[in-house]
């Protein structure tokens, strides 16, 4: 009997042949693709869920009752849920202010990475012009330059044209660090786009703009999705730069919440509610776009 790749050695049946041949992992997630697995699974989200949970709970319970005990310990008494911590939280116009600061500075800088991301990739993946090459790498290689190196001489610039403490500056600053992982992920997604398929739309009339929008944008949506929630958790969860560009007195919530603690060390009623409301908006923006992120992040592994 003669197999795909070869003839089956004696007393070996084509069956059996193609298992032997089988990679081991291919064989252990077979095997192990069972309840067991399905458990541990769930056991290992709820792991992870767990910081989240007990961040919930005790932004539900008294600043007494989290001194004396655990946030495990609603369970047990499902009577210390309050809702007093959020209504403090509401009433706090520099908290609530800050997560407005933030949303400003986030939404900004997640569409102009994505934007400009996407031109550019588009250009370097299926435009020719002079040192298109030389100016790929250089772009890949402001992906090892770390943010901290630019600190002291974009301030300087900042404060130079007026842009230091200012919103305006805080999304400049994320837009320009964000632009060479957005440049390097499209441009290798672009390249992959079959050039029949360009070639077609180019021979009914369509130019590089309507090409853009209408073929390599639909086909990009998983890595632009992708790439959007990379942006947005970043410049979300940023606390270097905000700290040190952005306006003192009207800052995001990452900052906002550093100051409360400093300000008045033991304001837990104020920082478990404003911690957890400042959580779960990145996570409502990652489970929104869940499809997309994994189709982009498989489309990736694939390429």
Known sequence: MTTVEGVVPAGRSGAGAVRARRPLAARIAARTGGGAMRVFLVLVALFWLMPSVGLLL??????????????????????????DNYSRLLSNEKVMGSLLTTAAITVPATVLVVVIGSLAGYAFAWMDFPGRDGWFLAVVGLLVVPVQVALIPVAKLFGAVGLFETTAGVILFHTAFGLPFAVFLLRNFFAEIPRELLEAARLDGAGELRLFTRVVLPLGGPAIASLAIFQFLWVWNDMLI?????????PPV?????????????????????????????????FSFQRQFVSGVMAGAVK
């Open 58 to 83: 005790s932004s539900l319970r008294s600043p007494r009752q989290i001194a004396e005990s655990g946030w495990w310990q609603v369970f047990s008494e499902p009577a210390q849920i309050t809702w």
């Open 242 to 250: 905000a700290l040190i560009f952005a306006d003192s007195g009207n």
């Open 254 to 286: 990452t900052v906002a919440l550093q100051q409360e603690v400093r300000q008045f060390g033991n304001n837990i009623d104020v920082l478990a509610p404003g911690a957890f409301l400042s959580m779960v908006v990145p996570l409502i923006v990652f």
